[in-house]
């Protein structure tokens, strides 16, 4: 027979102490987060083939504490050549067919596999800086110093 656990009667004044306590954790946890956890967006900068000029880049924008990071990544074909690397083939860069990004849904893409890579770097870098009493101290000296290149963070995950 199976045995039957009786809840224990709260009071209203009970309750409603247990439930303002809640909300205070709920709201502590919140701007623990804000302040921790980074929002990261890769961009895709460049002009288009008819201007003459082709200088067409990637860079990390990453807000941490409100403030702004904008690590450089690379140009497009090096960041291509990267990705080559990584993935131990040429499906991003091959120099008999030139892939230079150029359209919407070219941009798109390589978004998501270079967030794929990045983010969780960044994010292991501020796990391992944040080990320390002033993290986030740290990585603004860091950055600060140019010491933080996107390209270092285009890695395997496990390295």
Do not use: A
């Not at 969780?120 to 990585?139: A, C, H, M, Q, T």
């Not at 290149?149 to 890695?155: N, S, V």
């Amino acid at each position: 027979m199976p045995i039957k656990f009786k809840r224990p009667k709260r009071t209203p004044e009970e309750l409603k102490k247990w439930k303002k306590e809640q909300t205070e954790m709920f709201n502590s946890i919140i701007e623990l987060h804000s302040d921790l956890v980074p929002t990261i967006s890769i961009s895709f900068s460049g002009k288009p083939k008819d201007w003459g000029i082709r200088n067409n880049s990637w860079s990390i924008t990453m807000r941490l504490k409100g403030r702004i990071f904008t690590p450089y990544i690379g140009t497009d074909k090096n960041v291509r050549l990267r990705l080559n690397k990584l993935t131990d083939s040429v499906d991003y860069w091959n120099e008999n067919d030139n892939q230079l990004t150029s359209t919407k849904t070219d941009k798109k893409e390589l978004e998501k596999v270079l967030k794929g890579y990045i983010e969780p770097n960044i994010i292991k870098k501020l796990v391992r800086l944040n080990k320390s009493f002033n993290g986030y101290d740290e990585w603004c000296k860091l950055y600060e110093n140019k010491k933080l290149k996107g390209m270092d963070f285009l890695k395997d995950f496990k390295s």
